[in-house]
């Protein structure tokens, strides 16, 4: 089945430490997404790719970097520069205005 | 900033109808209204979406107002398993900002 593939589900980093977070699709979809959600909060926008080898920022792209090497990849890392990393990230994709598919997230932490 | 209003939580009884909110008073006429819902520690569920007129599909049904400044989602007998926050979004292209939503408890 097609979908959004996000990796790991759970991941821990540590101080001064730089992590990335796997997002992968097989829906052929040109658009990508990155959100940030903390606990009892919407979902906030870091990053999103229309195309390969084109990226924007989002609303809150400070501390986060990424990636649009392959239409079907667009992963996410989170710098050492990001103070406060500890959320829910969610990667989503679409198609010419259809519905945004979301993975089922990365949970990080901080050691 | 999202742009849509939605009340923080609300609450039904199991197998009843359900009506979710949301205002949008600064709706264009190319944004898009969208719904998603997300259960906990899950990516949001698409629910369905229009533009003017009133959609139905197999989860919901969407009521738009004439002047577009609102709409309301409804669910025709909730479950136990629609019990989730439901998110109101205006799309323009591929531009979507989230809000806090509306947290649906449904009690049996």
């Known amino acids: 089945d097609g979908g959004i593939t996000q990796s790991p589900k759970y991941l821990f980093r540590k101080e001064g430490q730089n992590v990335t977070l796997s997002c992968e699709q097989n829906?052929?979809?040109?658009?990508m997404y990155w959100y940030r959600q903390d606990p009892g909060q919407g979902l906030r926008l870091i990053y999103y790719?229309?195309?390969?080898?084109?990226?924007q920022k989002g609303d809150i792209a400070e501390g986060y970097s990424v990636s649009r090497e392959k239409k079907e990849s667009f992963p996410l890392t989170v710098t050492s520069a990001q103070k406060n990393p500890t959320a829910f990230y969610l990667c989503?994709?679409?198609?010419?205005?259809?519905?945004?598919?979301f993975g089922d997230g990365t949970r990080l932490s901080i050691l | 900033d999202a742009k849509t209003t939605q009340p923080n939580s609300m609450e039904s009884n199991e197998e009843e109808p359900v009506h979710l909110p949301c205002n949008h008073s600064?709706?264009?006429?190319?944004?898009?209204i969208h719904w998603y819902r997300q259960l906990p520690s899950q990516g949001p569920e698409y629910v369905i979406h229009?533009?003017?007129s009133n959609v139905n599909n197999r989860m919901a049904s969407l009521a738009i107002a004439e002047d577009r400044k609102s709409s309301t989602l409804i669910l025709h007998r909730a479950t136990l398993r629609d019990a989730a926050v439901y998110y109101c979004?205006?799309?323009?292209?591929?531009?979507?900002?989230f809000g806090a939503g509306t947290r649906l408890t449904v009690k049996p």
């Open positions: 979004i205006l799309r323009v292209l591929n531009d979507m900002r």
């Open positions: 229009g533009l003017t």
């Open positions: 989503a994709s679409t198609f010419q205005g259809q519905p945004q598919h």
């Open positions: 790719s229309q195309i390969v080898n084109d990226f």
């Open positions: 600064t709706i264009s006429g190319t944004d898009y």
């Open positions: 829906l052929n979809h040109d658009a």
